[in-house]
């Protein structure tokens, strides 16, 4: 019912027609740099340097082998540098990206839940903690934010992570706030005549009602912790992510890996993991964008 | 039926009173059970936001009234000398200012081209113009890919691939093909562009879904009148996404000096003097080989200047843009 209302009936509507050229170069700009990198990384630099918009002459599958072997950063243990290899960024990344995704989501839904469901002094404070925070600026802090992390043992240290991202303040909880309200009171009642807790009507009742918001809300973070290189780079460049990998790996200087193809296929390793994610679960992501799966 | 109805009212009496000590312990409970439940939930927000907000704000508030020791290592209180050293350096120090202004400008880039873009896409996919489900796909691609893979392709594609197009298919003179990223005449346009390129569908998710709560009925009415697409974006849809435009409008603005852009994914902390902002140059002076412990509390005045700054604008803002709300209610 909702596709057929939205859809454009009027086929020649200027604005139709200016918004789907514009769109479309878009795209089209878009596309071109991808795909040029992705068959340049498959390039051997001597193919590259005489042919850098062709097909490749003979199909250099062993950039990527070499990029995963030669894509390492070395950090300093305090005694002696040590290699840090893609498999390990990989685990980081993994670790990272599921342990701060956890922390940011949980902390955002059990906040916003207690801050929606229930009337509370505390509950409407943190709200407006919120409003105000997003308004009042706390503009150049990172020297001082850096001092608190190290004196907490934050510093390179992927648990700190998971505390520092495991934030509620921001869009997400205003996401969940308005996700929350909009459940009926009816549901956690009739829980409640039942003789179910506030644990058990908060985990069994409400929160399944919300899942859309939460899911959509959990690939949304996964994936910005996946790419995320600044909070790395500042915080924990010991615990190197692929993120930063990469961010490391475009200025390394090694003879094998300063070609650009060799770079681009670096870049492609990174790259290849998410969209596979993105393959997998299309249809929520976008769906969920669709129906206004954060509608509230 | 006048004894019955007696009896009755004495038999509800001695209920209610058999009753009432239970109710009591009963609200109470609840109570009590509530509030141990909303202490568990409320308990680490509230710490983090003790910790992380409140904390470093004082500390940072702290910080700029001290000047590093390099004996104890420690920091000594100085008093205003940093803010001194803050607005000297503004009034007379043109470098400064001048990645002060490139800073401003690379947000009101972001403003004045990025939103509009942004709300524009939102609207072109929310009303499934052509081929939705495709360029919805698409579109998600730089929310989906790493920056620095993003910034790696683009600087190959920009560095290598157009100065081969521009030699083979233009024939343009190997002297006269710019150095996209070493002249920063063209690279600080070229920075501002790859922020507005990457970030064409920014807010696509938060725009798309205000615009899915606009009720159907307003739509339906306006197609029934016969109004164009345009009319529709400019009558009925921004009006009702308003507060949302104005969330992003407000909350951006504490960017208004900060914005770096990706300047420094570009050149880590190597970028030329033309290109840098004042968030790059603060970020340089806590991380990377230019970082030190002494700049912090300098680093720490600057911050502080452009909170005192920022915080009237963003005050201002948000009373205008609430003085010219369309106060839609749906």
């Known amino acids: 019912m909702l596709n057929k209302k939205n859809k454009v009936r009027r086929g020649t509507d200027v604005l139709a027609i200016v918004g789907t050229i514009f769109v479309g170069l878009y795209v089209i700009s878009l596309f071109i740099p991808i795909l040029w990198a992705v068959i340049s990384s498959l390039k051997t630099n001597t193919d590259f340097y005489y042919n850098k918009f062709g097909l490749p002459e003979e199909w250099a599958w062993s950039n990527y082998s070499k990029a995963m072997t030669k894509m390492c950063i070395w950090i300093s243990t305090g005694k002696k540098l040590v290699p840090v290899y893609t498999y390990q960024m990989m685990l980081n990344s993994v670790i990272y990206t599921v342990g701060c995704t956890l922390a940011s989501v949980f902390v955002h839904a059990f906040t916003a839940y207690g801050v929606a469901r229930y009337d509370s002094f505390v509950g409407r404070l943190l709200h407006k903690i919120v409003l105000v925070v997003m308004v009042v600026p706390a503009i150049g802090t990172l020297p001082s934010e850096m001092q608190i992390v190290r004196a907490l043992g934050f510093y390179n240290n992927m648990f700190g992570m998971f505390v520092m991202k495991g934030q509620w303040m921001g869009m997400h909880f205003l996401i969940y706030y308005a996700a929350f309200k909009g459940v009926s009171r009816d549901y956690s009642d009739a829980a409640s005549i039942d003789g179910a807790g506030h644990f058990r009507i908060m985990l069994s009742v409400v929160f399944p009602l919300v899942a859309s918001t939460t899911s959509t809300l959990t690939l949304l973070s996964a994936i910005g912790f996946w790419n995320d290189a600044s909070t790395i780079i500042t915080y924990m460049p010991n615990v190197p992510t692929v993120a930063y990998g990469l961010f490391r790996y475009q200025f390394s200087t090694d003879n094998e890996i300063t070609s650009v193809p060799m770079k681009l296929a670096g870049c492609m390793i990174v790259v290849v993991p998410i969209m596979i994610v993105f393959i997998l679960f299309r249809d929520k992501l976008i769906m969920n964008v669709n129906i206004g799966g954060l509608k509230g | ?330």
């Open chain 2, 1 to 330: 039926m006048y004894i019955k109805d007696k009896l009755y009212e004495f038999q509800v009496y001695l209920h209610k009173k058999s009753n009432k000590k239970p109710k009591k312990r009963l609200l109470k409970q609840q109570k009590r059970s509530e509030r141990i439940f909303l202490t568990i939930l409320f308990i680490y927000p509230i710490i983090h936001f003790l910790v992380f907000y409140i904390g470093v704000i004082a500390n940072s508030l702290l910080l700029a009234f001290k000047t590093f020791n390099p004996v104890t290592r420690g920091y000594d209180f100085i008093g205003l000398a940093n803010f001194k050293d803050v607005f000297f350096n503004l009034s007379h120090d043109k470098v400064l200012l001048d990645s002060v202004g490139r800073g401003v400008i690379m947000y009101l880039a972001d403003l004045l081209i990025s939103m509009p873009i942004n709300i524009f896409v939102a609207y072109f996919l929310y009303k499934k113009v052509c081929l939705p489900n495709f360029f919805r796909t698409v579109l998600f691609i730089p929310t989906l890919i790493s920056s620095i893979a993003m910034v790696i392709m683009f600087r190959y594609f920009v560095g290598i691939g157009i100065p081969e197009i521009l030699r083979s298919v233009f024939n343009m003179p190997e002297e006269n093909i710019p150095n996209f990223f070493m002249d920063t005449e063209i690279a600080f346009p070229l920075m501002i562009f790859f922020g507005i390129w990457t970030g064409v569908a920014g807010g696509m998710v938060i725009y798309m879904s205000s615009m899915s709560r606009v009720p159907d009925s307003l739509i339906e009415y306006g197609q029934l009148e016969g109004i164009s697409l345009w009319r529709e974006f400019i009558s009925v849809i921004l009006p009702l996404i308003y507060p949302t435009i104005t969330l992003f409008f407000v909350t951006g603005l504490t960017g208004l000096f900060m914005s770096s852009g990706a300047v420094y994914s570009f050149y880590e902390d190597q970028a030329p003097t033309k290109l840098q902002t004042l968030g790059y140059y603060l970020f340089t002076r806590v991380i990377g080989t230019n970082a030190s412990l002494q700049q912090y509390p300098y680093a720490s005045a600057i911050g502080i200047v452009c909170a005192v700054t920022t915080a009237p604008i963003i005050l201002f803002s948000k009373w205008f843009f609430e003085k010219f709300d369309p106060n839609v209610e749906f």
